[in-house]
């Protein structure tokens, strides 16, 4: 194993949106980072995902403000909820309606992550990320001075890089966790499987709503990613097929995460023609269609290991259904920053860190397997089995918006807090001497 000559106060496993969005937190605090990406040539991956305004004042303070979100997003007006008849069962205004000062975004995944790694680049030079080098494991400096990662490129070199501190960004299948946990237990799937796609179609209710429809465990989620065309009035839909089976005997499948062909799983939702929706047709619009188990990792007890933290889906991968996963590895590479800038280029950073968001994040995965804000459908479940006429005979709106404010402030996003905090990292903050 060859030691390479890169080194830098701060090593960054993985090019995700929680590593591009540390390396530029680390650039505007005055910390050198190298980026260390296993993908060798990288492309915008994925499909839609949902920011959070906890998440959007961060990267509003890294300087993409709204000129520049909303050539990759929407900015959304509405969170609904649609029994399986076609009803309402609940709807509230997300954003800049709903009274926060920044909005909420629908954007495109891969365009998010491509967006913060051309800034990366633009901010910190071509040499801060390395393509094809993925970090296998690491050894901490038994003196605690340090860190080394060590890495394998994509043409076969075994290297070891040096820093004083390692954040591993590297995601589902982290190595880094797997060596800090050698005993955590497989990745948990809890029986839900998902299809995924884009198409191009009419937004509905307010032109920038998302809306789950169905019951918890039969649902149709949708959301516009993109402006509607000036001339067809069609915006880009991402959608979510969603059914939940019998888990008893783990994922037979095959891969976590395939091209499937529509006919595969359009019997589920062939009959779901509404006046205002057409799931079927919106479906069979798709170019490509994706198939996921919806999975998660049992919390661990803590994400730092001497001079090595996690950070992201690396530490917290959960359940997609209350669009924390981007928005929440946003947060965390802002906090890091934050406890760098009091603490130093120090471990003491990596425990303040753990401290500030270990315990409540591990507690929102599991909050997560309860189904999140989508919750509120088990209830219409149990109490009139999904059909009504009106909700309120069903559940009070009290009801609702009380499980709703608990569910934002256990995700960071509660309005009053959000907007009364002061920033995450002071403008002009800088790392402790």
């Known amino acids: 194993m060859t030691r390479s000559n890169d080194s830098a106060a701060v090593l960054i496993a993985g090019g995700g949106i929680g590593g591009m969005a540390l390396a530029l937190t680390l650039h505007q605090i005055g910390v050198r980072c190298i980026v260390l990406e296993a993908v060798a040539d990288l492309k915008p991956f994925g499909l839609g995902i949902n920011l959070q305004p906890n998440a959007v004042r961060e990267l509003y303070d890294l300087g993409f403000d709204a000129s520049v979100m909303d050539t990759i997003g929407i900015q959304s007006r509405e969170w609904a909820l649609v029994g399986r008849n076609g009803n309402d069962v609940y709807s509230e205004p997300r954003g800049l309606l709903a009274g926060y000062q920044w909005p909420q975004y629908s954007v495109h995944r891969g365009q998010l992550q491509?967006?913060?790694?051309?800034?990366?680049?633009?901010?910190?030079?071509?040499?801060?990320?390395?393509?094809?080098?993925?970090?296998?494991?690491?050894?901490?400096?038994?003196?605690?001075?340090?860190?080394?990662?060590?890495?394998?490129?994509?043409?076969?070199?075994?290297?070891?890089?040096?820093?004083?501190?390692?954040?591993?960004?590297?995601?589902?299948?982290?190595?880094?966790?797997?060596?800090?946990?050698?005993?955590?237990?497989?990745?948990?799937?809890?029986?839900?499987?998902?299809?995924?796609?884009?198409?191009p179609g009419v937004p509905i209710r307010s032109g920038a709503s998302f809306v789950g429809l169905g019951s918890l465990n039969h649902r149709f989620v949708f959301y516009p990613i993109s402006q509607p065309d000036a001339d067809t009035g069609f915006a880009t839909i991402n959608w979510i097929a969603e059914i939940t089976v019998d888990n008893s005997e783990g994922w037979a499948r095959g891969d976590w995460n395939k091209r499937v062909n529509v006919?595969?799983?359009?019997?589920?939702?062939?009959?779901?023609?509404?006046?205002?929706?057409?799931?079927?047709?919106?479906?069979?619009?798709?170019?490509?269609?994706?198939?996921?188990?919806?999975?998660?990792?049992?919390?661990?007890?803590?994400?730092?290991?001497?001079?090595?933290?996690?950070?992201?889906?690396?530490?917290?991968?959960?359940?997609?259904?209350g669009s924390n996963g981007a928005s929440q590895a946003i947060v965390d590479a802002r906090v890091m920053g934050a406890a760098i800038v009091q603490h130093g280029v120090t471990p003491a950073a990596l425990d303040a860190y753990n401290d500030k968001l270990c315990k409540d994040i591990s507690a929102l995965i599991l909050r997560n397997r309860g189904a999140g804000p989508f919750g509120i459908l088990g209830t219409v479940d149990e109490r009139c089995g999904g059909v009504f006429d009106d909700i309120n005979d069903v559940i009070p709106a009290a009801e609702v918006e009380e499980f709703m404010a608990r569910y934002k402030a256990a995700a960071g996003f509660a309005r009053d807090a959000l907007n009364d905090s002061p920033p995450t990292i002071a403008p002009g903050a800088k790392p402790a001497a």
Request: some cysteine.
């Open 114 to 199: 491509m967006m913060l790694y051309d800034a990366v680049i633009a901010r910190l030079g071509p040499d801060a990320v390395r393509l094809g080098h993925r970090v296998v494991g690491y050894r901490n400096a038994p003196d605690g001075s340090g860190v080394t990662a060590l890495v394998k490129t994509h043409d076969g070199q075994d290297l070891k890089i040096d820093g004083q501190l390692l954040i591993a960004a590297d995601g589902l299948h982290s190595a880094v966790r797997a060596q800090m946990h050698p005993m955590q237990p497989p990745i948990r799937w809890g029986g839900a499987i998902m299809w995924r796609g884009a198409s």
């Open 263 to 321: 006919e595969d799983f359009i019997e589920h939702f062939q009959d779901w023609n509404f006046d205002w929706c057409n799931v079927p047709e919106l479906i069979r619009g798709t170019d490509e269609i994706f198939e996921y188990p919806m999975i998660d990792r049992d919390p661990v007890d803590t994400w730092v290991d001497g001079n090595v933290a996690l950070l992201g889906d690396a530490a917290h991968v959960m359940y997609p259904v």
